[in-house]
């Protein structure tokens, strides 16, 4: 079989073909890149506007960036940002909104088109935000505090959402919450964006739900069909530094969500303890291939790395490889629609790193470019490089 990129030597062929990403840095940018198959480099970098850009939602159709605010010091807060996307990754500011301390994450949910509303996970401040779109410059839609806390007292003294996820029906939003040991479960009212509270999976205490993704096998095509073909919530779990399969199940008359957990797996060959300092990053799902970041682990020293997984049918998982994430505190990453490609944004060494991988059998193979971004970080501090996207 011919390597991989072979088949890609067309598409990168010109630099009229090349792909572009979009990647945030703490430092209050912006970037667009240009990965030409063999190279990245910085188009343009434009300032965010508000004061830590911890994440982007990138709306392809809507072309469209929201960026929120971490910033987890002073009284007044943070802003949500948004940009419209022009030729060539122009941007124009469109729109802001007033949010508390700390947001890590965004999500897209609700009305018809699945997008008419944003919902934020602020970890500093125990809540979700959420607003209407287009952003108006004023305060959230609806907040949701939290209370509650679990077994480690240094990352567990209160409530700390990390991530805000919609299930593949657009009728429910899951939250991890890393403080308090919950995965929360919200009904979405699709026309008012309005969320409730509707119940919550609880992870072994110390586990440290971090970051989730939704897996539904090939072809699942109705609700109906969903429920019954093994639905399943991945969770990357931070402190225990496991990675969890929960079953999904939907209710028949419009109750809530539920979630049994199915199996625990640690990010390496068999089912190893992660070394001390290891914290799991983010994860996500291409075919039948889930993918985590294992932030610290030094596993390639003094580079950190990432771990592919074998999703089977019945969405139980099977370790599969641990690679390099070409940098240091990979917070980021994603995977692009051709699946040729990996995007890794290392925190800590700033840069973005682009391995290939091999879309039949899922694996990371090696470095293609590299390109650091902004300044270098200091590990545990909340600079250097925070999020990456693909601008497809
Ligand atoms: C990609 O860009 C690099 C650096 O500008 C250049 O050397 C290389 O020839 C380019 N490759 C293609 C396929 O355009
Ligand atoms: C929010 O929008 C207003 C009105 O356009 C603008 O004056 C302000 O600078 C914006 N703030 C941020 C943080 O982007
Ligand atoms: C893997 O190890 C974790 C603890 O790190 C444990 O909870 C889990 O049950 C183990 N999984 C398997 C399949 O043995
Ligand atoms: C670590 O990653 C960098 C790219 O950021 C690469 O140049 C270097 O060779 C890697 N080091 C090791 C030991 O793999």
Redo the contacts with the bound molecule.
């Keep these: 079989m011919l390597p991989s990129h072979t088949f890609l030597l067309p598409l990168f062929a010109s630099a009229a073909s090349a792909a572009n990403l979009w990647a945030a840095h703490y430092s209050r940018t912006i970037n667009y890149l240009t990965f030409n198959g063999s190279s990245l480099t910085l188009s343009s970098s434009t300032a965010t506007?508000?004061l830590l850009p911890s994440w982007i939602t990138y709306d392809s159709i809507g072309k469209a960036l929201y960026i929120p605010d971490e910033v987890f010091y002073g009284a007044t807060g943070g802003?949500i940002?948004s940009f419209a996307i022009g030729t060539n990754g122009r941007l124009t500011?469109t729109?802001?909104g007033s949010t508390p301390l700390g947001a890590v994450a965004t999500a897209l949910y609700g009305g018809a088109d699945g997008k008419s509303f944003i919902a934020n996970a602020h970890y500093q401040s125990s809540q979700v935000t959420t607003f209407k779109l287009p952003l108006d410059?004023g305060q959230p839609l609806q907040t949701l505090k939290y209370t509650g806390k679990s077994v480690n007292p240094y990352r567990q003294e209160a409530p700390h959402p990390h991530h805000v996820i919609v299930d593949p029906t657009g009728d429910f939003m899951i939250v991890p919450d890393l403080g308090a040991d919950l995965i929360r479960i919200h009904k979405i009212e699709k026309t008012s964006g309005k969320l409730t509270e509707c119940g919550a999976a609880k992870p072994v205490p110390g586990t440290g739900p971090r970051h989730g993704v939704f897996w539904q096998p090939a072809g699942a095509a109705s609700r109906v069909r969903r429920a019954a073909e093994a639905t399943t919530l991945f969770v990357g779990n931070e402190l225990s530094n496991t990675v969890s399969a929960w079953a999904v199940s939907y209710p028949s008359g419009g109750g809530c969500l539920s979630l049994s957990l199915k199996q625990t797996l640690s990010p390496y060959q068999g089912n190893t303890t992660a070394a001390r300092g290891t914290k799991i990053g983010e994860v996500h799902i291409k075919d039948s291939f889930l993918y985590s970041t294992n932030r610290n682990d030094k596993k390639f020293a003094p580079n950190d790395s990432l771990t592919q997984y074998t999703i089977s049918s019945d969405g139980t998982l099977s370790w599969t490889d641990t690679t390099s994430s070409y940098g240091t505190y990979p917070r980021t990453f994603d995977i692009n629609k051709a699946g040729d490609y990996v995007a890794i944004g290392d925190q800590t060494t700033s840069n973005v790193a682009i391995v290939a991988r091999d879309p039949t059998t899922g694996k990371l193979g090696s470095l293609v470019a590299d390109l650091r971004i902004g300044s270098v970080g200091v590990p545990e501090n909340e600079d250097g490089l925070s999020a990456v996207v693909w601008a497809e």
């Design positions: 506007g508000n802003s940002v500011a729109g802001n410059g």
